[in-house]
């Protein structure tokens, strides 16, 4: 038997190979194009919003996108001074509120003292009618800001804070007794010998060295406890004073008023 040719046993080879894409080239996969990107969404324009802002305590109302307190000042009309007060700061972010002060000049600071004040107690330690310092006081510290602005077409100047660096400290004063001497002295018509020796005056000087509502002179009225003129205290203490002297005395009144005596049982 006769072998077949080779020959086309060859070309059927080529062909299935040339239809199965045996070719390099032809194996490779194509390239795919890029993809565009996506547009970019457009960011939206911020919403005003309502700010009240307050010039010199005249309050209005803006409408305003700005961030900082600055901005919205800006969007607003409104200029500032060199020396204005802002609150909250300029650059701070813009709440709902923003206040401004209008400054003429700048803020200058000072410490000032205060002044104690003085508490009166009552002491019976303290002699009657008489006043002793039972505690000193120390004044007190205050950082005052101050600066002026314009009121009214003038120039004044203005407290724009104040605060407590230092509390004072009171002073006390002892006050003594301030009632009658007591006893039986203390129930007689005093007012009626007042009115006989002074006309119930209690600033009454008689020339003769004589003072006050019951003409004291002044060697008897240190005798009851008196300092000073008898004059110069008060209508109490010289009535206190003066029933002392009777006490003293043991009610003898007519070697001490021997002409108005007689109204003291009046």
Known sequence: MRRPPALPVLLLTAALAA??????????????????????????????????????????????TGKTVLEVLTQAGIELGPY?????????????????????????????AVEPPTIKKKSSKVPPFSEKELRKG?????????????????KVKVVLSSKVKRKPVARILGVG?????????????????AKCESGGNPRAVNPAGYYGLYQFSMQTWTSVGGSGKPS????????????????????????????CGKFLFS
């Open 19 to 64: 239809g199965c894409g045996g070719g390099g080239d032809a194996a490779k996969p194509k390239t795919t194009a890029p993809l565009a990107d996506a547009p970019k969404a457009s960011t939206p324009a911020p919403t005003p919003r309502p700010v009240v802002v307050t010039v010199d305590k005249k309050r209005r109302t803006v409408s305003t």
């Open 138 to 154: 120390k004044p007190g510290l205050t950082v005052v800001q101050t600066a002026y602005v314009q009121r009214r077409g003038k």
């Open 232 to 259: 110069d205290a008060s209508a109490g203490e010289q009535t206190y004073r003066a029933q002392l002297l009777y006490n003293k005395v043991n009610g003898r009144w007519q070697g001490q008023w021997p002409n």
């Open 84 to 112: 204005d007060l802002v609150a909250p700061p300029r650059e701070s972010t813009a709440g709902r509120t923003i206040k401004v002060v209008r400054l003429l000049s700048k803020p200058v600071t000072k410490t000032v």
């Open 177 to 193: 007794p301030q009632s009658a001497a007591g006893g039986s002295a203390a129930r007689l018509n005093w007012a009626g010998l």
